[in-house]
């Protein structure tokens, strides 16, 4: 039992435990601090096949029945240049509806856009759910049919439903042009038929002695998959397809999803009588992206492949992919695992598995292998080993991540694209930079470090959630294109200009950017040819930037020039009794932001700092004075904000000190941005009458307004303070609202009714008391002075019997008689305490 609590907590309560990845930065859809370059039209839809020409000067665009062209040689700028119509006919369209599809998922969406040569380009579409396939001239940007004079069939190349995933390649591209399509081979991994029941990889186009290929139907080589991406590795002279599927290798009771990486040699020509047209070299093994003591994160989104250094073996070759997870205790999470291709590659030339045909069990082959799956050139092989190949083409073991971890995981983020960049920063080594766009529509950009990934910022591209997204990276240009339903977005890799200091820069941690010291500047790492400020690994301001202190920025949300000279602090003009509300700039999703005050203290009781860093207060004597803003981040202190609060001069009397007037802290809420204002000054400031110095108030404290009471303890009402007209222009999402004066009324009624209940209960508690007690029916002096008492506990006469019966006249008529003080005989004294019989108060419970 212990050891299934042990597990227990290992798989649930630590996977929870993990620490949050926060951006630095955010930059919301259409912020100034990032700038991007945007093409959408009202006519042109699902812009998400991407293909940049080799120039970098003109992206192609696959869209909804047309492929475009847009210009995007000057940064910042993308314009239409071309386009080019492609859709079905209206026959088409109706056979599409007849077969019982929507009619919106019947157009002619692009799904393989690939450059056949220097002069042609390949490209297939869905085409009312009846796929085809023709060549576009690059120069003329017309559609060039094959020799029947209409487009080729598509099956097998492209899929039937727009939202089915597929993938495509092509290899082999040569410069010589000898028909209408060129010498490049297509490498496809999609399904072949309408229900979407036959998954295939194939290879189409092939000339001379190659041939067509595809995977053979009946040998169930592909267990229900989803193609993510493949990919060229020239010196391997293979094509790798990675996907998820249904792992039938385990025996689980329920269907399990598995990640894969699949092979086939370009050189494949089929066997002569075994595999006759089909793979010869085909494989496939699992991708196992799974940290230690969890379950693994078993579904492949993207992959993508970054190379290797300049002068490393291909080996080095990397594959960074997003993985998800089918179990619940992992759902809503993404990780991010990185492949080496010299791994891959022993995996591949090691045991393989092989399928029982009668019970469709998988079992590890122990006898010796008569050949080695996955290997080139075993189209001359001979029958027995190709019958050995088609039966084990499963490799035993997995490929298990470099590091055997995770390179990222995030715990609230569901990543869905990634692409992958290597750069040098100004110490020499190289990083790695991932750009991951997440479902609900921000690029992230990730650095790669020893401790841990950094997320230096994210940036918005789209505000409605995307069934078909594509991320596209042009290194030489600096830029990411991003595709989308509505558009195309290009989002330049670096954003040093953002960070106004040196402090910035370096705490940004950003590889390409540093601190340029000759002008004063956070510049791309490339463009400062000596002795550039930045430490991505440590952050280290004070030895980058040779500082310890920082001036303040000027205006929020504006990013004062190097040669501007900061001024001493903001004027903050109040009237006493007035919201005032001081904005601290957030530099820094990561930084902790404080308020300090010159030989003050900031107390809680007087002082509100709220979650985005900014500080209320209500001004009196006492708050006003100086004020300042810090932010703390890597061990670094910076000042963000100087405020000087004064009295207006047509108020009344100002106090910088301890001052006779009483403070309250404010807690009315405000919807704030997310990013800093553009204002220079954020003021508590509204016209307010005159009025001398103000009583001595108390007040109490409630979410949303406050009460008051003055010292002669006359109820006033409820009273809430007026927000300035900056106040309320900064703030629009409040609008007017009568909440809280509804629930200072509700619990002024709630409080009176529970008053008048109360004394009803004790009138009425006092009514049947005077009913139940006992009657004494009166008595002559004579014969109530005659009574003797008995002490209780000798049964002697009392010797204060007497006196007690003098009185007990007097007591009858002031009440006590129904206390029991006189009823027959009354209850003994002691120092003058009137008991019971039991030694206790009378109607005193024991």
Same mark, same amino acid.
């Given at each position: 039992?212990? #050891?299934?609590?042990?597990?227990?907590?290992?798989?649930?309560? =630590?996977?929870? %435990?993990?620490?949050?990845?926060?951006?630095?930065?955010?930059?919301?859809?259409?912020?100034?601090?990032?700038?991007?370059?945007?093409?959408?039209?009202?006519?042109?839809?699902?812009?998400?096949?991407?293909?940049?020409?080799?120039?970098?000067?003109?992206?192609?665009?696959?869209?909804?029945?047309?492929?475009?062209?847009?210009?995007?040689?000057?940064?910042?700028?993308?314009?239409?240049?071309?386009?080019?119509?492609?859709?079905?006919?209206?026959?088409?369209?109706? &056979?599409?509806?007849?077969?019982?599809?929507?009619?919106? +998922?019947?157009?002619?969406?692009?799904?393989?856009?690939?450059?056949?040569?220097?002069?042609?380009?390949?490209?297939?579409?869905?085409?009312?759910?009846?796929?085809?396939?023709?060549?576009? +001239?690059?120069?003329?940007?017309?559609?060039?049919?094959?020799?029947?004079?209409? *487009?080729?069939?598509?099956?097998?190349?492209?899929?039937?439903?727009?939202? !089915?995933?597929?993938?495509?390649? @092509?290899?082999?591209?040569?410069?010589?042009?000898?028909?209408?399509?060129?010498?490049?081979?297509?490498?496809?991994?999609?399904?072949?038929?309408?229900?979407?029941?036959?998954?295939? @990889?194939?290879?189409?186009?092939?000339?001379?002695?190659?041939?067509?290929?595809?995977?053979?139907?009946?040998?169930?080589?592909?267990?229900?998959?989803?193609?993510?991406?493949?990919?060229?590795?020239?010196?391997?002279?293979?094509?790798?397809?990675?996907?998820?599927?249904?792992?039938?290798?385990?025996?689980?009771?329920?269907?399990?999803?598995?990640?894969?990486?699949?092979?086939?040699?370009?050189?494949?020509?089929?066997?002569?009588?075994?595999?006759?047209?089909?793979?010869?070299?085909?494989?496939?093994?699992?991708?196992?992206?799974?940290?230690?003591?969890? #379950?693994?994160?078993?579904?492949?989104? &993207?992959?993508?492949?970054? *190379? *290797?250094?300049?002068?490393?073996?291909?080996?080095?070759?990397?594959?960074?992919?997003?993985?998800?997870?089918?179990?619940?205790?992992?759902?809503?999470?993404?990780?991010?695992?990185?492949?080496?291709?010299? /791994?891959?590659?022993? @995996?591949?030339?090691?045991?393989?598995?092989?399928?029982?045909?009668?019970? #469709?069990?998988?079992?590890?082959?122990? !006898?010796?292998?008569?050949?080695?799956?996955?290997?080139?050139?075993?189209?001359?092989?001979?029958?027995?080993?190709?019958?050995?190949?088609?039966?084990?083409?499963?490799? /035993?073991?997995?490929?298990?991540?470099?590091?055997?971890?995770?390179?990222?995981?995030?715990?609230?983020?569901?990543?869905?694209?990634?692409?992958?960049?290597?750069?040098?920063?100004?110490?020499?080594?190289?990083?790695?930079?991932?750009?991951?766009?997440?479902?609900?529509?921000?690029?992230?950009?990730?650095?790669?470090? +020893?401790?841990?990934?950094?997320?230096?910022?994210?940036?918005?591209?789209?505000?409605?959630?995307?069934?078909?997204?594509?991320?596209?990276?042009?290194?030489?240009?600096?830029?990411?294109?991003?595709?989308?339903?509505?558009?195309?977005?290009?989002?330049?890799?670096?954003?040093?200009?953002?960070?106004?200091? %040196?402090?910035?820069?370096?705490?940004?941690? +950003?590889?390409?950017?540093?601190?340029?010291?000759?002008?004063?500047?956070?510049?791309?790492?490339?463009?400062?040819?000596?002795?550039?400020? !930045?430490?991505?690994?440590?952050?280290?301001?004070?030895?980058?930037?040779?500082?310890?202190?920082?001036?303040?920025?000027?205006?929020?949300?504006?990013?004062?020039?190097?040669?501007?000279?900061?001024?001493?602090?903001?004027?903050?003009?109040?009237?006493?009794?007035?919201?005032?509300?001081?904005?601290?700039?957030?530099?820094?999703?990561?930084?902790?932001?404080?308020?300090?005050?010159?030989?003050?203290?900031?107390?809680?009781?007087?002082? #509100? !700092?709220?979650? /985005?860093?900014?500080?209320?207060?209500?001004?009196? *004597?006492?708050?006003?004075?100086?004020?300042?803003?810090?932010?703390?981040?890597?061990?670094?202190?910076?000042?963000?904000?100087?405020?000087?609060?004064?009295?207006?001069?047509?108020?009344?009397?100002?106090?910088?000190?301890?001052?006779?007037?009483?403070?309250?802290?404010?807690?009315?809420?405000?919807?704030?941005?997310?990013?800093?204002?553009?204002?220079?000054?954020?003021?508590?400031?509204?016209?307010?009458?005159?009025?001398?110095?103000?009583?001595?108030?108390?007040?109490?404290?409630?979410?949303?307004?406050?009460?008051?009471?003055?010292?002669?303890?006359?109820?006033?009402?409820?009273?809430?303070?007026?927000?300035?007209?900056?106040?309320?222009?900064?703030?629009?999402?409040?609008?007017?609202?009568?909440?809280?004066?509804?629930?200072?009324?509700?619990?002024?009624?709630?409080?009176?009714?529970?008053?008048?209940?109360?004394?009803?209960?004790?009138?009425?508690?006092?009514?049947?008391?005077?009913?139940?007690?006992?009657?004494? %029916?009166?008595?002559?002096?004579?014969?109530?002075?005659?009574?003797?008492?008995?002490?209780? =506990?000798?049964?002697?006469?009392?010797?204060?019997?007497?006196?007690?019966?003098?009185?007990?006249?007097?007591?009858?008529?002031?009440?006590?008689?129904?206390? $029991?003080?006189?009823? $027959?005989?009354?209850?003994?004294?002691?120092?003058?305490?009137?008991?019971?019989?039991?030694?206790?108060?009378?109607?005193?419970?024991?």
């Amino acid at each position: 039992m212990a #050891l299934w609590m042990l597990a227990w907590v290992a798989i649930v309560i =630590l996977p929870a %435990c993990q620490a949050r990845l926060v951006p630095r930065v955010s930059f919301p859809s259409g912020s100034s601090g990032r700038l991007l370059s945007r093409f959408d039209s009202p006519t042109i839809g699902n812009t998400t096949t991407l293909l940049l020409s080799h120039d970098g000067e003109t992206l192609f665009v696959g869209a909804r029945d047309a492929v475009i062209s847009l210009d995007v040689s000057q940064p910042g700028v993308m314009e239409l240049k071309r386009k080019l119509d492609w859709f079905p006919t209206t026959k088409d369209l109706d &056979d599409c509806s007849m077969k019982g599809k929507v009619k919106t +998922d019947c157009p002619n969406f692009i799904r393989v856009l690939q450059f056949l040569n220097s002069t042609h380009m390949y490209t297939c579409g869905t085409f009312a759910f009846s796929p085809r396939c023709t060549y576009i +001239d690059s120069q003329t940007f017309n559609l060039v049919f094959g020799p029947s004079g209409k *487009p080729d069939e598509g099956r097998g190349r492209c899929p039937y439903d727009p939202y !089915q995933r597929n993938t495509a390649i @092509i290899v082999g591209e040569r410069d010589s042009l000898q028909r209408a399509g060129g010498d490049g081979e297509l490498y496809t991994g999609t399904v072949a038929d309408y229900r979407g029941n036959r998954p295939v @990889i194939s290879r189409y186009l092939s000339e001379g002695n190659h041939i067509d290929l595809k995977l053979d139907d009946t040998l169930g080589w592909l267990e229900d998959p989803t193609f993510i991406s493949s990919t060229f590795i020239p010196s391997e002279e293979k094509v790798y397809f990675f996907f998820s599927e249904e792992g039938r290798e385990y025996d689980f009771i329920e269907k399990f999803t598995v990640s894969r990486i699949a092979q086939v040699c370009t050189s494949d020509i089929g066997g002569q009588r075994t595999l006759q047209r089909r793979w010869t070299t085909f494989s496939k093994a699992q991708l196992l992206c799974q940290a230690e003591k969890e #379950l693994p994160y078993n579904v492949l989104q &993207d992959i993508v492949t970054l *190379p *290797p250094p300049d002068g490393a073996s291909d080996d080095e070759t990397l594959f960074y992919g997003i993985f998800t997870s089918q179990w619940s205790v992992n759902s809503g999470k993404s990780a991010v695992c990185a492949f080496r291709l010299g /791994d891959i590659k022993k @995996i591949f030339s090691g045991n393989y598995k092989v399928l029982n045909r009668d019970t #469709l069990r998988w079992s590890t082959r122990v !006898q010796e292998k008569v050949a080695n799956p996955g290997e080139c050139g075993l189209h001359n092989a001979s029958d027995s080993d190709l019958r050995f190949v088609k039966e084990n083409f499963l490799a /035993d073991e997995s490929v298990l991540p470099i590091g055997k971890g995770l390179a990222l995981v995030s715990p609230d983020q569901s990543y869905s694209k990634i692409t992958a960049q290597r750069t040098r920063g100004a110490n020499g080594k190289d990083y790695t930079v991932l750009l991951l766009l997440t479902e609900s529509g921000f690029l992230h950009k990730v650095v790669l470090l +020893d401790q841990g990934p950094h997320i230096i910022e994210e940036v918005q591209v789209f505000q409605q959630p995307q069934a078909v997204k594509n991320l596209l990276l042009s290194i030489s240009k600096g830029m990411v294109f991003v595709g989308t339903s509505d558009g195309v977005l290009g989002v330049p890799t670096s954003n040093c200009s953002y960070y106004w200091s %040196c402090a910035e820069c370096v705490l940004s941690r +950003d590889p390409f950017c540093a601190w340029d010291p000759n002008r004063k500047a956070c510049a791309d790492v490339t463009s400062i040819p000596a002795d550039a400020g !930045q430490d991505v690994d440590g952050a280290n301001v004070v030895e980058m930037c040779k500082v310890t202190t920082i001036t303040p920025r000027a205006k929020f949300g504006q990013h004062k020039p190097p040669t501007e000279s900061c001024p001493p602090g903001e004027q903050v003009l109040v009237s006493l009794n007035e919201v005032v509300t001081l904005r601290c700039p957030e530099a820094s999703k990561l930084a902790s932001v404080h308020w300090e005050r010159p030989n003050s203290r900031i107390s809680p009781e007087l002082y #509100l !700092q709220r979650s /985005d860093g900014s500080l209320r207060f209500l001004a009196t *004597p006492v708050t006003l004075g100086h004020y300042l803003c810090f932010s703390t981040e890597s061990g670094y202190q910076q000042t963000l904000a100087l405020y000087t609060v004064k009295q207006n001069s047509g108020g009344a009397s100002t106090g910088t000190g301890a001052g006779a007037g009483a403070g309250a802290a404010l807690t009315t809420p405000a919807t704030t941005p997310t990013r800093p204002s553009s204002q220079s000054t954020v003021k508590g400031v509204g016209p307010g009458p005159k009025t001398e110095a103000p009583k001595p108030t108390l007040f109490w404290r409630r979410p949303d307004a406050t009460i008051t009471f003055n010292t002669d303890r006359k109820f006033t009402g409820v009273n809430r303070p007026r927000l300035d007209q900056d106040v309320e222009k900064l703030e629009p999402a409040e609008g007017r609202s009568y909440f809280q004066e509804l629930v200072a009324v509700s619990l002024m009624l709630a409080l009176a009714l529970c008053v008048i209940l109360m004394g009803a209960l004790y009138a009425l508690r006092q009514k049947c008391r005077g009913k139940s007690g006992p009657q004494v %029916c009166p008595r002559r002096d004579s014969e109530a002075g005659s009574l003797r008492e008995q002490d209780p =506990l000798t049964r002697s006469p009392s010797p204060t019997a007497a006196a007690t019966g003098n009185k007990r006249k007097g007591l009858a008529q002031n009440g006590l008689v129904q206390n $029991g003080l006189v009823h $027959g005989k009354a209850p003994s004294a002691k120092n003058g305490s009137p008991r019971g019989s039991n030694g206790h108060l009378p109607n005193t419970p024991m």
